[in-house]
């Protein structure tokens, strides 16, 4: 079974940075693509970025694109994600999501259990 591990949340203020890691396990990760999620309370879990599975293409949620840089080591079975200029609006719950194949904002059935980032004005 698939395992995701999230780590690097916390809180940071306005316009500071955080670095999101995902450690993943019991699959052959370049084989998946891999994906990041977030769920603010009282919302539902919307799709923030995606990697393909060699690390060459890359798709972002329109409002994180030039201060969120989504990554990957195949040989470190982890992916990253690198949050800039951080807004209270990000404040969410993060989760790693893989699947086979390509990338999507869709279709994701394995998940990790979330990190919290909060963001404070």
């Known amino acids: 079974q698939v395992q995701l591990v999230e780590s690097g949340g916390g809180l940071v203020q306005a316009g500071g940075s955080l670095r999101l890691s995902c450690a993943a396990s019991e699959l052959t990760f370049s084989d998946y693509a891999m994906a990041w999620f977030r769920q603010a309370p009282g919302k539902e879990r919307e799709f923030v970025a995606a990697?393909?599975?060699?690390?060459?293409?890359?798709y972002y949620k329109n409002n994180v694109r030039g201060r969120f840089t989504i990554s990957r080591s195949n040989t470190k079975n982890t992916v990253y994600l690198q949050m800039n200029s951080l807004k209270p609006e990000d404040t969410a719950v993060y989760y790693c999501?893989?699947?086979?194949?390509?990338?999507?904002?869709?279709?994701?059935?394995?998940w990790g259990q979330g990190t919290q980032v909060t963001v404070s004005s």
């Open positions: 999501a893989a699947r086979p194949g390509v990338p999507s904002e869709y279709s994701y059935n394995n």
């Open positions: 990697m393909s599975r060699s690390g060459g293409s890359t």
